[in-house]
């Protein structure tokens, strides 16, 4: 089998999990925009900012933690249910996202 | 001085789904001789769509209220209620896509055939979105015309 390195599918993992937690945060701000999307305004004077701000460090920090699972040898997946995972995370991301404003 | 922010947001992104074809077909044709292009077009693929990211997101924040008045006053106010909505949100995800492509291309892409097909799909994720959110912009340039022309009558 061939493998690919810890750091590619744990941020790869984290991309395909970031990518629908933030679709899931732009459905929950815009739902609650005196509480979630004034939060999220105040820490940063914009949503937008601390919407990409979170992704970012979201991105990194599960990436960052599923490499270090299996003590130290990272999530472990085969190249192609990576690439499974990435594209499905990404379309549904996309989708809810779309979905929402074309129905909101 | 705003258009000119603007123009420079669609060139980084243009240049970003170039340099994503080039890095597409790059990958296709791998080997040993090529591997240090790729992992060198990746890189500039992340760089590109970082720069058209903070360029359009000083744009967005500090001059887009105004066009976004004109499109929701216009007959094209989903230009805005849809597509600008959509495409800022979904940008983010192109921008975690680019940042990790690098991450991806480190892999030998000359031996490794899952390296390979993976870096394949996250490209080509890469294009097809930027070119989704390419035209979300014309539409929104579309809606604030639209808006416009219904203003001056």
């Not at chain 1, 945060?25 to 305004?41: D, I, R, T």
């Not at chain 2, 070119?131 to 001056?152: E, F, M, Q, S, Y």
């Amino acid at each position: 089998m061939e493998t690919i390195s810890k750091y590619t599918v744990s941020f790869g993992a984290s991309l395909a999990i970031t990518s629908i937690l933030s679709a899931l945060l732009v459905v929950l701000k815009e739902l609650n925009e005196n509480s979630v999307l004034a939060w999220m305004k105040g820490l940063t004077s914009h949503h937008w900012i601390t919407h990409g701000l979170f992704m970012v460090i979201a991105f990194f920090a599960i990436g960052w933690g599923l490499a270090k699972m299996n003590n130290g040898e990272g999530l472990k997946m085969t190249p192609e249910r990576l690439v499974c995972m990435i594209a499905s995370g990404v379309v549904i991301g996309g989708l809810i996202i779309s979905g929402f404003y074309l129905v909101d | 001085m705003t258009e000119i922010i603007l123009m420079a947001h669609v060139l980084f992104g243009m240049l970003c789904i170039v340099a994503g074809v080039w890095l597409f077909v790059d990958v296709l044709h791998a080997n040993e001789a090529n591997q240090g292009r790729i992992r060198t077009m990746s890189m500039a693929v992340a760089v590109l769509m970082w720069l058209a990211y903070l360029v359009g997101g000083y744009w967005y924040l500090n001059f887009y209220y105004v066009d976004k008045a004109i499109i929701l006053k216009g007959p094209w106010p989903f230009a805005h209620t849809f597509f600008m909505e959509m495409k800022e949100h979904v940008a983010i995800m192109l921008l975690l896509l680019v940042t990790y492509l690098p991450i991806a291309a480190a892999n030998n892409t000359a031996v490794n055939k899952g390296a390979r097909k993976l870096v394949l799909w996250v490209v080509g994720l890469i294009v097809l979105i930027g070119i989704a959110t390419d035209g979300a912009g014309a539409i929104i340039g579309i809606g604030a015309k639209v808006g416009l022309l219904v203003t001056k009558g």
